[in-house]
């Protein structure tokens, strides 16, 4: 496997090195470079690596600005000692989002997924190649290949690397926050509050419309225009008007939360497993 490796820092870049040689042995750094210039320069003159390991802030500016001016091909691992960019890193060929200083197992993690998630995209091109390539092949084989392709694009999904906490704001101090105890969220006035399952309630510098990728869909579910709940959170669904459901949540908002009629059996099914 070769690895360029997008580090300012010196021992960080040694420390990363260290730890991707224990949890990858036949790992190969082609490079070790500190700006988004430089990464630029690199990347136009030679072919891409198979894994991009990259600390957010290089001394020219965000890494994130790479995918942002070239298409880059290779998958990511982003380190940085912030959670704010972690929108942005999703956006790019991002396999994980790891905090510093990362750790080995995180790491090996990481890997992990890559391993898998370039095994299942094999297989989904090989599954592809074999419905383009027999277009009158007999419809029970067509039926296998498409049921094979639908699977691995449902195990990709699931490999996704959706956000694991949140970094928010307590008076002066900044506390991470796992996602798990994020009871639900509420948007009203363009405002994103994160309400926690002890009742604590945190501004969020997110749109509802950015949580939803951000988060495991197979823990939340967006009830409605305003609200996100993670499972925990839904206690009891109550009928309304007009095939309408009232959801019980916990802690208890100020107001009813409605879910629409044309919603409602989606809501149901999710909460059925």
Not at 5 to 33: H, K, T
Request: no cysteine; proline share 7%; net charge negative.
């Amino acid at each position: 496997m070769t690895v360029l490796l997008l580090e300012d820092e010196y021992p960080a870049a040694e420390r990363l090195q260290r730890l991707l040689l224990q949890a990858a042995p036949n790992a190969q750094v082609l490079a070790v470079l500190d700006t988004v210039a430089g990464a630029l320069t690199w990347l136009a003159a030679h072919p891409a690596p198979d894994l991009i390991l990259s600390d957010i802030q290089l001394a020219d500016g965000l890494s994130l600005e790479i995918w942002e001016q070239a298409v880059v091909p290779s998958p990511v691992i982003f380190t940085t000692a912030f959670d704010a960019y972690a929108i942005r890193a999703f956006q790019a060929h991002s396999v994980a989002y790891l905090l510093k200083p990362v750790k080995l197992a995180e790491l090996q993690a990481a890997l992990a997924k890559l391993r898998q998630w370039g095994e299942l995209n094999q297989l989904r091109v090989r599954s592809e190649e074999l419905r383009v390539a027999s277009p009158n092949a007999p419809a029970s084989t067509l039926n296998s290949s498409l049921l094979t392709l639908n699977s691995v694009e449902r195990m990709l999904d699931t490999l996704r690397p959706y956000k694991t906490r949140f970094l928010v704001r307590q008076g002066e101090q900044l506390l991470p926050l796992p996602v798990a105890e994020a009871a639900w969220f509420l948007s009203r006035n363009e405002t994103v509050t994160l309400v926690a399952t002890d009742g604590r309630r945190f501004v969020l510098d997110y749109t509802l419309e950015q949580l939803e990728g951000l988060l495991d869909p197979a823990r939340f579910f967006r009830l409605n225009r305003q609200v996100i709940a993670q499972l925990p959170a839904v206690r009891r669904l109550h009928p309304h008007f007009g095939g309408k459901l009232m959801v019980e949540l916990h802690p208890a908002p100020a107001e009813e939360i409605l879910v629409s009629r044309e919603k409602a059996p989606a809501l149901k099914a999710w909460l059925d497993g």
